[in-house]
């Protein structure tokens, strides 16, 4: 059939199967005719705009197949055709039909979010004698879906699908009419590395991700590496401190049963209702405040009121230095200075004054943050990142939950052989900055991100230390590796770590393994 379709269509003929003969198993006979042969039959039921395609062309040909010869023989039967060779094949039905490979190929892509569009470039790029359409690529897609869901619901098919990937997950449902309102999952392999990387959780909502608009709360975590790793997702129906609640004991409720540890630090932006929600679910967590956030809703509140852009330019610098704060001495030196400055511009001290620092100082201002264990998270950038990354695999906005789920699957995985790439070169490259004796106990099991934090440590004046990086990062500060220095000796692996209180983990042991799975960028234990 193939020869005789391409011989066909070189010819401007489109030839179809009128009818086949099976025996024993396999076709013994076929008869052939071109696609404009038969008689239109109208449907006068049917509100399509038709029209006759076929004009009755006598021509026709029959195939023979020789199970003794293994070759088939075709005769051309009397009668040619009644009218002219086609100019363009895309009108042709038959011809723009996908093949099997191509059909298969269209089911991969889909899955892997490309556009309809995209997948009929790829299929012309490998068949440049192709004539199929967008259209043809539509109904593709919607036979592979109805296949797959094999007669389900959207929600069987959700449901399905959370089951046989692992997920763990909760749903909510109206008590009236019985229908979803909110989904949280977490993907099997996030706690594997939850389970290495506890302390920090940064969340974030986004967006225009599926067809029902509803909120979309993402949960990031970080790794030794500094790589973004997601920890678990909730689709709700709004954005309520009652619908946060449910999430977030949701999250806690899976990592008890696993006897999990709790974040020590959270990172969010100035949501109330998320920010309410956490303060009563994880009380016992330092919860920060995203600067970037804050920064921009200074942008949107306070930028007309300066007429001047060198006057809104000193005025940042000034803001800046009062976030980056470094001590409560400096922290009033700072605000007297830009008190000072805004002496013409009440309405704008007033707006940071009720808005930011009376209430929330503690949660993004140096001085305090820096008294926890955050390891460089002071925004919530990467979970805006996470946004970003699904929304590219989407390619839309009117995605069904199950199609979310799906590329959320993707993406995770795409995540964690980018975070298994960068434990294994911590493990396996020594860089040429890091190859120092007081470094020497440390290769192959701490992190290059780590190893940095200290280089850079090193150079500080011990005089200076505020043991900033001790507490933020669990790292040796300045006046630790002077010690080390002094007496001639490397960092050790295993060494006990004192903490501040509000970190949470006075008096822990802390140590590093030589054996441990996960290279550790910071002091704490792994198992």
């Not at 030839?15 to 006068?44: E, F, H, P, Q, W």
């Not at 389970?195 to 993402?218: I, R, S």
């Not at 949960?219 to 590496?225: A, F, L, P, Q, W």
């Not at 070169?425 to 099991?445: A, G, I």
Request: proline share 3%; charged share 25%.
């Amino acid at each position: 059939m193939e020869w005789v379709r391409n011989t066909g269509r070189s010819l401007g003929y489109a030839i179809v199967t009128k009818r086949s003969k099976a025996k024993n198993g396999y076709v013994s006979k076929v008869v052939l005719m071109c696609d404009r042969g038969g008689v239109y039959k109208s449907d006068k039921d049917s509100s399509r705009e038709t029209g006759p395609r076929k004009i009755n062309c006598p021509f026709e040909m029959v195939g023979k197949f020789s199970k003794k010869n293994g070759s088939w023989t075709l005769k051309v039967k009397p009668g040619e055709h009644n009218h002219p060779p086609g100019e363009y094949m895309e009108g042709h039905p038959i011809l723009k039909r996908l093949t099997p490979n191509e059909h298969q190929l269209v089911a991969e892509l889909t899955g892997k979010g490309v556009f309809p569009k995209d997948i009929l470039g790829v299929i012309k790029e490998r068949d440049e004698n192709n004539v199929s359409t967008i259209k043809n690529i539509y109904n593709a897609r919607d036979k592979i879906r109805a296949t797959d869901h094999k007669g389900k619901s959207l929600m069987e098919v959700l449901m399905s699908h959370l089951n046989d990937k692992g997920y763990t997950f909760e749903i909510s449902t109206n008590r009236v009419s019985n229908m979803l309102e909110d989904l949280f999952f977490v993907p099997k392999i996030s706690y594997k590395y939850f389970l290495d990387f506890p302390h920090v959780l940064l969340m974030d909502v986004t967006y225009n991700t599926n067809k029902y608009k509803l909120p979309f709360l993402e949960i990031v975590g970080v790794t030794s590496t500094n790589k973004t790793i997601s920890i678990a997702f909730a689709v709700m129906r709004k954005e309520t401190e009652e619908k946060y609640l449910w999430a977030l004991n949701c999250l806690k409720s899976t990592l008890d049963e696993r006897s999990m540890q709790q974040p020590r630090v959270i990172v969010t932006d100035r949501e109330l209702a998320l920010m309410n929600a956490c303060e009563k679910v994880f009380p016992n967590a330092t919860r920060l405040l995203c600067r970037w956030h804050v920064s921009q809703s200074i942008f949107r509140n306070c930028k007309s009121f300066f007429t001047t852009d060198h006057d809104w330019k000193i005025f940042n610098i000034m803001w800046n230095a009062l976030v980056e704060s470094q001590t409560w001495t400096s922290f009033l030196q700072n605000y007297k200075q830009l008190q000072s400055m805004l002496i013409h511009h009440q309405d704008v001290l007033d707006y940071l004054n009720n808005t930011w620092l009376n209430k929330y100082k503690e949660m993004f201002v140096s001085v305090w943050t820096n008294e926890c264990l955050h390891f460089g998270n002071q925004t919530t950038n990467r979970a805006e990142s996470q946004h970003a990354k699904l929304k590219k695999f989407l390619n839309s906005a009117n995605c069904t939950l199950d199609k979310i789920v799906r590329h959320i699957d993707e993406v995770v995985n795409s995540q964690y052989t980018i975070v298994k790439d960068s434990f294994e070169k911590s493990r396996t490259v020594l860089m040429h900055k890091h190859n120092l004796p007081m470094l020497k106990l440390l290769h192959d099991s701490v992190s290059h991100e780590a190893l940095d934090i200290i280089i850079a440590e090193r150079h500080l004046k011990r005089s200076n230390c505020r043991c900033q990086v001790r507490k933020c990062y669990g790292l040796p500060c300045a006046c630790e590796i002077s010690k080390y220095k002094k007496a001639g000796q490397s960092i050790p692996l295993i060494r006990s770590m004192n903490f501040e209180p509000r970190s949470s983990i006075t008096g822990d042991t802390q140590r590093y393994s030589s054996n441990s799975k996960n290279l550790p960028c910071v002091c704490y234990t792994h198992t």
